[in-house]
C-alpha cells in the first residue's frame, strides 16, 4: 500500500513570496490533515478536511495560509505572502474516517515539505 | 483544555540500557494517550496508542508504555536500547469522542555505542 506523498520535500524562498505544497493521501482515506512542525516544537494542526469539506480550521493563519482539497482526494497548501516565522515542516496526513472518534483511525502521516523562509 | 508535557527534550542512553521517555497529560477524563516515533527526514510513525482496554500498551519495536490515571502519565519505556532506536518521541493526545490530536514538543532520543 502506498503512503502519504508530499512534494516539494524541501522548498526555500524569500519572505513575502508564495509558496505551495502538494499532498496525496493513502487511497480510500477520507481525512487529510495538514500539520506545522517549527523547530523544537511537536506538529500543530492547521486543517483538517473530510473528504473536500473543512472539519477544523481555527489555527490556519487565514490571512496568508490557504488549502484545497478538491475532490476530495489531493490536497494544496498555499502561503502567500510568507513570513519569516513560517520556516517549518508541514506534514500533511491522512486517516481512515477520522472525524468519527473512534480509537482505531490511525494517522499515516508523509515525509513532510521543510520550508526555509529568507 | 487538553494539553501534554515531555519532560526532557533530550534524552540518552547507553546502548542495551532501559528507554525512559516521559509524558504527562492534562485532561477532565481519561483521554486517548499516543506515542508516535520520527526518524529523521520523515514523518510521524504510531507506536501505540491507549484505548482505556488495559493499562499497559505495547506497541512495535519493543515499546510499552502504562497508563497511570492517578499520576495523569503515560510513560514510554523499552528494556533494551538499540542504535536504530535514535529518534524524535512524540506523546500526543485526544479527547474521547473527539478528532482532534494535540501533540507534546517531542523528546529526541540518543543512544550511545
Known amino acids: 500500500e502506498a503512503g502519504v506523498a508530499q512534494s516539494p520535500r524541501y522548498k526555500i524562498i524569500e519572505k513575502r513570496q508564495s509558496v505551495a505544497f502538494w499532498c496525496n493521501p493513502i487511497?480510500?482515506?477520507?481525512?487529510l490533515y495538514w500539520y506545522q512542525q517549527i523547530l523544537g516544537q511537536g506538529p500543530k494542526l492547521l486543517i483538517q478536511f473530510q473528504n473536500n469539506g473543512v472539519v477544523d480550521d481555527s489555527q490556519l493563519p487565514k490571512d496568508r495560509f490557504s488549502a484545497e482539497r478538491l475532490k476530495g482526494v489531493d490536497s494544496t497548501l498555499k502561503i502567500q505572502p510568507a513570513k519569516l516565522e513560517d520556516s517549518a515542516v508541514y506534514l500533511c496526513?491522512?486517516?481512515?474516517?477520522?472525524?468519527?472518534?473512534?480509537?482505531?483511525?490511525?494517522?499515516?502521516f508523509g515525509p513532510g515539505t521543510r520550508l526555509t523562509v529568507l | 483544555a487538553q494539553s501534554v508535557t515531555q519532560l526532557g527534550s533530550h534524552v540518552s542512553v547507553s546502548e542495551g540500557a532501559l528507554v525512559l521517555l516521559r509524558c504527562n497529560y492534562s485532561s477532565s477524563v481519561p483521554p486517548y494517550l499516543f506515542w508516535y516515533v520520527q526518524y529523521p527526514n520523515q514523518g510521524l510513525q504510531l507506536l501505540l496508542k491507549y484505548t482505556s482496554a488495559a493499562t499497559l500498551v505495547k506497541g512495535i519495536n519493543g515499546f510499552e508504555a502504562e497508563f497511570k490515571k492517578s499520576e495523569t502519565s503515560f510513560h514510554l519505556t523499552k528494556p533494551s536500547a538499540h542504535m536504530s532506536d535514535a529518534a524524535e518521541y512524540f506523546c500526543?493526545?485526544?479527547?474521547?469522542?473527539?478528532?482532534?490530536?494535540?501533540f507534546g514538543a517531542g523528546t529526541r532520543l540518543f543512544v550511545k555505542a
Open positions: 496526513a491522512s486517516s481512515l474516517e477520522g472525524t468519527s472518534g473512534a480509537i482505531t483511525d490511525t494517522q499515516y
Open positions: 500526543a493526545v485526544r479527547r474521547v469522542g473527539g478528532f482532534k490530536t494535540i
Open positions: 487511497s480510500g482515506h477520507a481525512t
